[in-house]
C-alpha cells in the first residue's frame, strides 16, 4: 500500500525557535498533502492543503505567517512552525492523495508530535 | 468547519460482540470514509463508501450510506481487543477542492 512517511515523530523545543515537519510520500506521486492538527481526543481539524509548485491553501483561522507550507516536489512537502509558542504544542499530522489512483482515499503519516517549552 | 458527527462518542463493548458506529454530515458528498487510529500514531484508511452506494464490505467492516438521512455506519463485527481504537468519518464533498472533513471520533474499547 502507498506509505506517507513523517519527520521528526517527536520534537521538543524552546519557545521563540522554529520547527520544521517533512512529509514525504515514499512509493507515490502527491500533487496534493494535507496537514492537519489534532488536539488530545479530539478531531483532525485541517490546517491547509499543500500543492505541489504553488502556494497552500489555509483554512481560516490559520495564520500563513505562522505556519510555512512548503510543496517543492511531488513527494515532499514540509511545515515549518515559526516562533514556536507553547499554545502550538499539538499533534501534527500530515496525508497526501495518490496523483495516478482513483478512489479518493487519504494516506496518513504518522503524525508529530511537536511540544514547545 | 465540522461535517461529520459521529456517535456514539465513546463505546465499550466485550470481545465478539459486534460494535456499531454511526456517522451523520450536513452536506453533499462525494464519497464517505472511516479511517482508524490507534493513540498516538496516524490515520489508516479502513473503508471507502461512494454517494451512488448503499453498503459497502471488507472483511469484518460492513459501511452503509443512507444519503437522504446524510448518515452512514460502520459495523464491525465479532470485535477483537486489537479493535480498539478511534474511528473517525469523513466527508469528501463535492465542492471544486475537493478534501476530506473529520468528524469528532468515536473511541472504542473492546475488552478481553
Known sequence: ?117 | SQQGEEDPQALSIQEGENATMNCSYKTSINNLQWYRQNSGRGLVHLILIRSNEREKHSGRLRVTLDTSKKSSSLLITASRAADTASYFCATDDTGANSKLTFGKGITLSVRP
Open chain 1, 1 to 117: 500500500g502507498a506509505v506517507v512517511s513523517q519527520h521528526p515523530s517527536r520534537v521538543i523545543c524552546k519557545s521563540g525557535t522554529s520547527v520544521k515537519i517533512e512529509c514525504r510520500s515514499l512509493d507515490f506521486q502527491a500533487t496534493t498533502m494535507f496537514w492537519y492538527r489534532q488536539f488530545p481526543k479530539k478531531s483532525l481539524m485541517l490546517m491547509a492543503t499543500s500543492n505541489e509548485g504553488s502556494k497552500a491553501t489555509y483554512e481560516q483561522g490559520v495564520e500563513k505567517d505562522k505556519f510555512l507550507i512548503n510543496h517543492a516536489s511531488l513527494t515532499l512537502s514540509t511545515l515549518t512552525v515559526t516562533s514556536a509558542h507553547p499554545e502550538d504544542s499539538s499533534f501534527y499530522i500530515c496525508s497526501a492523495r495518490d496523483a495516478y489512483r482513483v478512489g479518493g482515499e487519504l494516506f496518513f503519516g504518522e503524525g508529530s508530535r511537536l511540544t514547545v517549552l
